[in-house]
């Protein structure tokens, strides 16, 4: 650094002094935003030694690449959404509140990660079953579309083309003629076959809402965060049953039977 300083005095002058001292700040005002932003550590370690060993070209990099936005009117919904979670959060925990002493040790522990991450209360009242088989959980989302009365909500991030997803959808048009109220929300990019084909449109014509999540702009995309994706995926029939977990709308026999 002293020699660096020296060259550049000689050659431009002493006001270059200040060289070093600029450096320093821009280190340690880049290595604040990087920890405020709590980034993975690898990632963090790497930025902040390309900052160090080349400022200006690590600075550039970094506004360019390093960092993608949500976006203003994105995150307008997520701070509405978020009040939105809390009252509804209370009004659980003020009617329907499980009391935690009366839970396992390992229970107890998993309520209390819960509600300190995302503000879920553990609440009484409820039977959980676990199911395994994804065909006959096809058959059973079936099943509870035939017997439904009011309402059918689907959230997934893959809703499939073929097999049993597709009469799935049959079911839903169905549940939807006959006055049941459906809504369907889909990741734009993890449904983006089905998006392409007849289904959005014959689920609209039947009176199905059909909502796209999180649509890719390509004209933004290089500006905005692509990672942001819709991952949940929750089945929710007359506002009394409930599946959820890790499965898509997929049938394993025919989903990506075609990619080696």
């Known amino acids: 650094m002293n020699i660096i300083n020296f060259l550049l005095g000689s050659i431009f002058g002493e006001s270059f002094i200040w060289v070093p001292i600029l450096h320093i700040v821009v280190v340690i005002l880049f290595g604040y935003r990087l920890i405020s932003v709590r980034r993975p550590v690898g990632v963090v370690l790497a930025w902040f030694l390309i900052?160090?060993?080349?400022?200006?070209?690590?600075?550039s990099l970094y506004i360019l690449i390093g960092e993608r936005p949500v976006g203003r009117k994105l995150t307008r919904k997520i701070i509405r959404m978020d009040r939105e979670y809390a009252a509804i959060s209370e009004?659980?925990?003020?009617?329907?509140?499980?009391?935690?002493?009366?839970?396992?040790?390992?229970?107890?522990?998993?309520?209390?990660?819960?509600?300190?991450?995302n503000g879920s209360p553990v609440t009484a009242g409820n039977q959980i079953q676990l199911f395994?088989?994804?065909?006959?959980?096809?058959?059973?989302?079936?099943?509870?579309?035939?017997?439904?009365?009011?309402?059918?909500?689907?959230?997934?991030?893959i809703w499939a083309l073929g097999g049993d997803a597709d009469r799935v959808g049959e079911a839903l048009i169905a549940a939807a003629k006959r006055g049941v109220k459906c809504k369907v929300l889909l990741d734009s990019l993890g449904s983006k076959d089905w998006f392409k084909s007849n289904w959005p449109a014959r689920f609209r014509r039947s009176g199905i809402q059909v909502t796209e999540a999180l649509p890719i702009q390509i004209g933004r995309f290089q500006f905005r965060r692509a990672d942001l994706r819709l991952h949940r995926k929750i089945f929710?029939?007359?506002?009394?049953?409930?599946?959820?977990?890790?499965?898509?709308?997929?049938?394993?026999?025919?989903?990506?039977q075609d990619s080696g």
């Open 51 to 59: 900052v160090v060993l080349f400022p200006l070209i690590g600075i």
């Open 91 to 117: 009004t659980m925990r003020q009617r329907h509140l499980a009391d935690r002493a009366q839970l396992p040790p390992e229970g107890r522990a998993l309520s209390l990660l819960a509600e300190s991450k």
């Open 132 to 157: 395994t088989n994804s065909l006959d959980i096809l058959q059973d989302f079936i099943n509870e579309i035939n017997q439904a009365q009011h309402t059918l909500y689907l959230e997934f991030y």
């Open 236 to 256: 929710v029939i007359d506002s009394h049953i409930v599946w959820t977990g890790s499965m898509n709308m997929v049938d394993p026999r025919t989903f990506k």
